[in-house]
C-alpha cells in the first residue's frame, strides 16, 4: 500500500523518503550552495553548541505543498535529525503572505547546509498546488466542478513527474497524463489518442478510432478531432460510426489556427477572435452534436488554457465537460524563504526579518524513517 493511502487512513502522520526516493548525494552536500558547506564547517568550528531557529515562509495566497517532503529530508540528511524540533503545517493547507509553515529548531551544523533544497522543494511543490487550485477553482466557476486534466509531461523535465503530479493532486486534479504523475498517490495516467496516431492513420479520423477501441476495449472512448482543423466535420464521422459506444471528443485547435467550420460559416466572422479553442467554436460543435441525437458526446478542451481563460469560458456557460492544462499549472509564482530567526532562544536576526510563531504549526515527530 502506498504511503499516501496510509496517510489518509490516519495511520501514519507524513510521507517519508520511502515515497519521495531522494538522491543521495544530497548527504554530501550536491546540491547544496557552497556558502551553506562552508558555513557549516566553520559553525562546526567555532560555534559547535549555537541552537538555532529557522523559518520558513512565502509572500502569496497559496496552497501549501511540499511539507512532507522536507521533513523526509530533514529525517534523512540532517546530521543527528533525532535532536531537530520540527513544526509544520500540513500539505493541503490554504496558507497566508508571510506566515510560517515550517520551523527548524537544531544545531546550525547539523541542518542549516539543507536550506537552500528546502526552499526549492516548498517552492516548486506549492507553485503546482496553487497553480491547480485556482484553475480547478475556475473550472467550477459556472457552478458545475468539471475535472480538470494535468497534462504537464512535455512542459519540464521528465525527472520533475512524480512531484508535479503529487502536487496537481494536492491541488485539486485527479486526472493525471503519465503514471509517474501518480506515484506519490498511488493511481494511473490517463490518456486517449494523440495527433501522432491520428497521423498514421493519414489523417482518417474514423480508422484512428477503430483502431484505439480494437487495442483497448475497455478505455471510454475519446476521440481527438481537430487533426484536419474541422472539428464539427470529423466529430460527426466519429459520433456517426460509433454513436453510444463514443464517449467524448477531444479539441486541441492550435491557437494559430482557424477551424474550417468558420470558413463555411463566414457571416458568423468578425466580432470574435476566431483562433483555437474558442466558445464560438465549441457551441457550434455542442450543437451539431445534439441536433443528430449525440447529446451523450462530452466535449474535453485544451491547448493554451489558464484560469482566466476558463473563468471566461465558464461566464459565457461555454458546453465544455473537462480541461487539459500543461504549462500554465507549472510556472513558477512561489518562492520560500529560509530565515534564522533564533539564536539559543533569543531574538537575532537580519533587519525586517523575526520569529513569527504560527498557532496552526504542529509538531513532527521523528520516526527514524
Known amino acids: 500500500m502506498k504511503e499516501f493511502e496510509l496517510k489518509q487512513q490516519g495511520k501514519i502522520k507524513r510521507l517519508t523518503n520511502e515515497t519521495f526516493k531522494f538522491d543521495e548525494r ?20 567555532h560555534l559547535a553548541d549555537n541552537v538555532v531557529t529557522m523559518q520558513f515562509f512565502q509572500k502569496k495566497n497559496a496552497v501549501l505543498c511540499g511539507a512532507d517532503e522536507a521533513i523526509a529530508l530533514l529525517h534523512t540528511f540532517a546530521d543527528n535529525p533525532q535532536d531537530l524540533e520540527i513544526y509544520s503545517l500540513q500539505d493541503g493547507d490554504k496558507v497566508s503572505p508571510y506566515e510560517s509553515v515550517l520551523t527548524v529548531t537544531g ?27 485556482e484553475v480547478v477553482n475556475a473550472a467550477g466557476s459556472g457552478g458545475i ?11 519540464d523535465h521528465y525527472t520533475q513527474q512524480s512531484g508535479d503530479g503529487y502536487a496537481a493532486y494536492i491541488g485539486g486534479s485527479t486526472a493525471q497524463a503519465t503514471h509517474a504523475m501518480n506515484e506519490w498517490w498511488g493511481k494511473q495516467g490517463m490518456g486517449t489518442m494523440p495527433h501522432a496516431l491520428v497521423q498514421m492513420f493519414k489523417g482518417d479520423i474514423v480508422k484512428a478510432t477503430h483502431a484505439y477501441r480494437d487495442s483497448f476495449p475497455n478505455d471510454d472512448l475519446i476521440a481527438l478531432v481537430d487533426y484536419n482543423n474541422d472539428i464539427v466535420t470529423d466529430s460527426l464521422k466519429v459520433a456517426r460510426e460509433f454513436k453510444d459506444e463514443l464517449k467524448g471528443v477531444r479539441v486541441d485547435t492550435s491557437k494559430n ?19 483555437g479553442v474558442n466558445p464560438q ?37 461555454v458546453p465544455v465537460d473537462m480541461y487539459g492544462v500543461g504549462s500554465n499549472l507549472l510556472k513558477m509564482r512561489t518562492g520560500f524563504t529560509g530565515d534564522n530567526v533564533l539564536l539559543n532562544e533569543k531574538h537575532e536576526a537580519k533587519q525586517g526579518r523575526k520569529f513569527s510563531p504560527n498557532p496552526r504549526l504542529e509538531k513532527v515527530e521523528y520516526t527514524g524513517d
Open 145 to 155: 466542478q468539471k475535472p480538470v486534466i494535468f497534462m504537464g509531461d512535455r512542459d
Open 257 to 275: 489556427m482557424v477551424d474550417k467550420y468558420f470558413f463555411r460559416n463566414q457571416h458568423l466572422m468578425g466580432s470574435f477572435d476566431p483562433r
Open 107 to 133: 544545531r546550525y551544523q547539523d541542518f542549516g547546509f539543507l536550506e537552500g533544497i528546502i526552499d526549492g522543494i516548498l517552492g516548486r511543490r506549492t507553485s503546482v498546488a496553487t497553480n491547480v487550485y
Open 281 to 317: 467554436l465549441l457551441f457550434a460543435l455542442r450543437k451539431a452534436l445534439n441536433d443528430e441525437g449525440f447529446n451523450h458526446v462530452k466535449i474535453m478542451a485544451s491547448g493554451g488554457f489558464t484560469e482566466e481563460k476558463i473563468r471566461r469560458f465558464e461566464s459565457l456557460h
Open 26 to 45: 544530497i548527504k554530501e552536500g550536491w546540491f547544496s550552495a557552497v556558502y551553506f558547506l562552508k558555513t557549516k564547517k566553520i559553525v562546526e568550528d
